[in-house]
């Protein structure tokens, strides 16, 4: 049965930036509700949003915005080459090309149904399939040879139906292949109360106890872990065939899975306590943007994205709060955010001649952050952030 646990209000689509034309018009807007599977363990959002309202020509989110994604992507590739020597790879959700870049074009190919984004890296001469990922695609691509490695990060989340993605995934892989999924850990996420991890777009958010569970139903199973510590803390998840014998299950598994049952995953009340830590961080961040204003002081935001649309609508924070926010994707500049409509305006770096406190949209890139605004912290520039509890720092 699924126990909701959790109640983020009424909110737009996260990445529906908005145009300045469009401003006037009604936005569509769903339900957020967060529940617990406590058959499966698995967490998800109760009303689903069709990925076609989601993922379509006009995707706004570029994975290569972020030098530290980058450098992620580069180190895995290597790892990947070193550890696996794969000689065929898909990658479901490639889009703008951050991971695939790292590989020869003869060897990977690309699964983007976001048009925009899949003409980027067809441009750049890497094989790339504009398409949703399904059994269809799957055989489409694999017709000669299957594939030694699908690696998928940050998508397996957005994929409501499993039944596509793992008969997808078990006819392409070859008989010794592997399956690499990346996506934010539960774990952290509870941790950390980032309920902003829950948006239109994330559908699930894993823990290692469900994901093992609905492997089991494909006849898949985790054989490695990694906690990575991207988009605020991620699992980077092994996973092989049952019948494949090439690869031993690594004692990391069982470990991740012990700190899972420890901190209480496969528990209701576990959950309800969650909601109670976030109820807390929006009083409290309300609080801390009320004693600004109250100031005087001047509060823009830093990275417009789909995780900040879940706070400012769940909080109700607007441009009374925040004046404006700053973001390097030219997708977003000169659009509005969803629901708030806070204008998002060109990157320049920071400076406090103009600025008071800055509220960290992109808090899981805080170390890139701070490293580019050294000066603008020198200068005594503050930062709010809401993560794990709010604060200004
Ligand atoms: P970032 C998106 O979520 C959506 P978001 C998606 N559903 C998902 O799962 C994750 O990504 C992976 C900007 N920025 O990565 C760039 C700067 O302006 O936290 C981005 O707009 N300057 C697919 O949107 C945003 O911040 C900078 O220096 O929550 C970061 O978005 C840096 C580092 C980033 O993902």
């Known amino acids: 049965m699924i126990k909701k646990f959790l109640d983020l209000g009424s909110q737009p689509l996260a990445n529906s930036y908005i145009l300045k034309k469009n401003l006037k018009l009604k936005e569509k807007k769903f339900k957020l509700e967060v529940g617990f599977n406590d058959k499966n363990f698995l967490v998800s959002i109760l009303k689903t949003v069709s990925k076609e309202k989601m993922f379509n020509k006009n995707y706004p989110y570029k994975s290569s915005e972020s030098n530290t994604m980058k450098q992620s992507f580069k180190n895995l590739a290597k790892k990947i080459k070193k550890r696996f020597n794969p000689k065929f790879i898909i990658e479901v959700g490639s889009n703008d090309g951050a991971f695939i870049k790292n590989f020869d074009k003869k060897k990977v190919v690309g699964v ?34 299957k594939a030694d490695l699908i690696y998928s990060a940050n998508t397996l989340s ?62 898949f199973e985790i054989f ?45 009340s576990t959950y309800k306590k969650f909601e109670k ?6 009083k409290k961040l309300l609080q801390i943007i009320k004693k600004l204003k109250n100031k005087k002081q001047k509060i823009i ?29 030219s997708y977003k500049i000169n659009k509005f955010l969803p629901g708030s409509k806070i204008l998002i305006k060109k990157y320049k770096k920071l400076s406090s001649n103009n600025v008071d406190v800055v509220y960290l949209g992109a808090w899981n890139f805080k170390d890139e ?18 993560i794990p509890l709010p604060k200004i720092i």
């Open 301 to 329: 935001g830093y990275g417009a994205t789909a995780k900040s649309c879940t706070v400012l609508n769940y909080c109700g924070i607007g441009k009374q709060d925040i004046d404006y926010f700053l973001d390097t994707t």
């Open 277 to 282: 830590k976030v109820l807390n961080s929006k």
């Open 112 to 145: 983007e149904p976001c048009y925009n984004l899949a003409q980027i890296t067809k441009k750049l001469g890497y094989k790339t399939y504009s398409e949703y990922w399904g059994p269809n695609l799957s055989k489409k691509i694999t017709k000669i040879k």
């Open 369 to 386: 952050i701070f490293k580019k605004e050294k000066k603008f912290i020198k200068e005594g520039g503050k930062f709010i952030t809401h």
């Open 224 to 268: 490695d872990i990694e906690n990575v510590n991207t988009h605020g803390g991620s699992n980077r998840y092994f996973i092989k065939k049952k019948d494949n014998r090439f690869y031993k299950i690594s004692t990391t598994v069982k470990r991740e899975i012990s700190k899972e049952i420890r901190f209480g995953l496969n528990k209701f």
């Open 158 to 219: 957005h994929i409501e139906n499993f039944n596509e993605i793992f008969r997808a995934v078990d006819f392409a892989l070859s008989k010794k292949g592997i399956l690499i999924l990346e996506d934010p850990s539960l774990l952290k996420c509870l941790k950390n109360t980032a309920y902003d991890q829950f948006y239109c777009e994330h559908i699930y958010v894993f823990s290692t106890l469900a994901l093992k569970n609905i492997l089991k139903k494909f006849n």
